[in-house]
């Protein structure tokens, strides 16, 4: 049972244009949310976060919301780049058993076209 | 620089073959993973370690086994009792016990059982 769901497989968006990113979970005891992105045959790079009393934070282009009630967090981008083109992955931290234990979503495959 | 190491890039590996892949850290962080990506799904958890001589099974750890002599090193072996080793392996390292932390990851090894 996948505890973070991201159910767009894939987007597309215009260079200049807000990219869109979701993700949803079902763990109440997540605390703090993170954005990954990868390129091909390479190691995710960290992106962005948010803590669970938040409901926003913004890094540049870069702004992720969390809405709690609805185990419900998003990525904006704006304005999109095509280096922007990767996978996206959200993460959720919780603490399980010993350690704090990140949880990945599947991932989206942003694409920006020029 | 500070960094996350995984070697090789490419492994090929014989059915029934056991085969070790490297992890080294210089972040001075305690505690490291290993993560597994197979296509359409998010990083799944094989082991964690947050302190020498100690590691913890993940969400899919059947078939793997890890040891931690060293703070910066955390292999990773694929045993031969692992039923579909082909995938995209990736060790991740970070800080333990503060919420607002990310993993850092390494590049990643693709390992492919011909």
């Not at chain 2, 890890?66 to 910066?72: L, Q, Y």
Request: one cysteine or more.
């Amino acid at each position: 049972d996948q505890q973070v769901k991201q159910n767009s497989p894939s987007l597309s968006v215009q260079e200049g244009r807000i990219s869109i990113l979701n993700c949803d979970y079902t763990n109440s005891m997540f605390d703090y949310f993170l954005w990954y992105k990868k390129y091909p045959a390479e190691g995710p790079t960290f992106l962005i976060s948010i803590s669970s009393i938040k409901d926003k934070n913004e890094d540049g282009r870069f702004t992720v919301f969390l809405n709690k009630s609805a185990k419900h967090l998003s990525l904006h981008i704006v304005p999109s780049q095509p280096g922007d083109s990767a996978v996206y992955f959200c993460a959720a931290s919780a603490w399980g058993g010993s350690a704090r234990q990140l949880t990945f979503g599947s991932g989206t495959q942003l694409t920006v076209l020029p | 620089d500070g960094g996350i190491t995984q070697s090789p890039k490419y492994l090929f590996r014989k059915e029934g073959q056991n085969v070790t892949l490297s992890c080294e850290q210089n972040l001075n962080h305690d505690a490291m993973y290993w993560y597994r990506q197979d296509p359409g799904q998010g990083l799944r958890l094989i082991y964690y370690s947050q302190i020498v001589n100690d590691f913890q099974k993940g969400d899919i750890a059947e078939g793997y086994s890890v040891s931690r002599e060293k703070k910066e090193s955390f292999p990773l072996t694929v045993t031969s009792a692992q039923k579909n080793p082909t995938a995209f392996y990736l060790c991740a390292s970070s800080i333990v016990g503060r919420l607002n932390t990310e993993a850092f990851f390494g590049q990643g090894t693709r390992l492919t059982v011909v």
